[in-house]
């Protein structure tokens, strides 16, 4: 069945039908999945070969065989936020994404306002010891919208908490830690910072590399508005930055799978 797209999707359709012309000529077709909000300067994120979500309680009950059906091959999910908040309905997605196949991993969303050592090890009791899971992620965002933390502190405290925290996760899990990001946390923070980890970029109106100075990066968040059978509503969307032969490799060498 043909996918009717939103008519603001239909800017990118010239960018995407030359995808799909060079897909054809030396490899597999790519899906294009919707997007109800799309932004002309992502559109090369679309195209790339491995595609997948982030996805928190926000997207309620989530259908993981229609979503993997659907193209979607990682997935990481919201495991805990600050000291004392496990997202409510981690332990389901976790168990449901592995079920249907969907290669996941855990991200712990860092709070400003507790110490490192009680956010570490929430987060340890909350993640489940998985040789097959994803490496963990430490989104570092400042918590703008938070009504009771919305306050930044200096740069010396943050990059104090986060190596804690780093280290808590690498050791909890055996795997090196991915760091995730936005554009404003990165230049007042991370910037020349890190740079033996693996970085996962959100930029949502213009390439990674344009908005991050001098940051390789893993992932691409490039999209918040995106939609996936399985999924009500819009979603978070990634993609991995790599061809498929690269992303078979990395995901052996990091999940055995």
């Known amino acids: 069945m043909t996918r009717a797209f939103p008519v ?3 800017r990118l359709a010239p960018v995407f039908l ?6 054809g000529c030396g490899g597999a077709a790519i899906k294009y999945l919707p997007d109800s909000d799309p932004h002309p300067g992502v559109a090369r994120a679309h ?9 928190s309680k926000y997207q309620g009950d989530i259908d993981w065989n229609r979503v993997r059906a659907d193209g979607i091959r990682f997935a990481y999910i919201k495991v805990s936020e600050g000291g004392d908040h496990v997202d409510e309905n981690f332990y389901d997605n976790w168990e449901a994404a592995a079920r249907a196949g969907v290669p996941r991993g855990a991200y712990h969303f860092m709070y400003w306002c507790r110490t490192a050592a009680e956010q570490a090890l929430w987060y340890q009791l909350a993640v489940p010891q998985d040789k097959t899971q994803l490496p963990p992620v430490l989104d570092l965002e400042w918590n703008h919208q938070s009504q009771s933390c919305p306050h930044k502190i200096s740069k010396e405290e943050a990059l104090a908490k986060i190596d804690v925290i780093l280290k808590a996760m690498e050791e909890h899990t055996g795997k090196k830690p991915i760091i995730y990001t936005d554009i404003n946390f990165h ?3 991370l910037e020349g910072r890190y740079k033996d980890y693996p970085f996962w970029l959100r930029s949502v109106a213009a390439e990674a590399k344009e908005r991050f100075k001098n940051r390789p990066f893993l992932f691409w968040q490039f999209t918040a508005t ?7 509503g819009a979603v978070d969307r990634n993609a991995f930055n790599g061809d498929e032969k690269t992303w078979r490799r990395w995901l052996r060498s990091q999940t055995g799978l």
């Open 226 to 232: 995106g939609r996936v059978d399985g999924i009500k």
């Open 187 to 189: 230049k007042d923070i």
């Open 18 to 23: 030359a995808g799909l012309l060079l897909t």
């Open 8 to 10: 603001s999707y239909r």
């Open 47 to 55: 195209a790339m070969p491995v595609q997948g979500i982030d996805i």
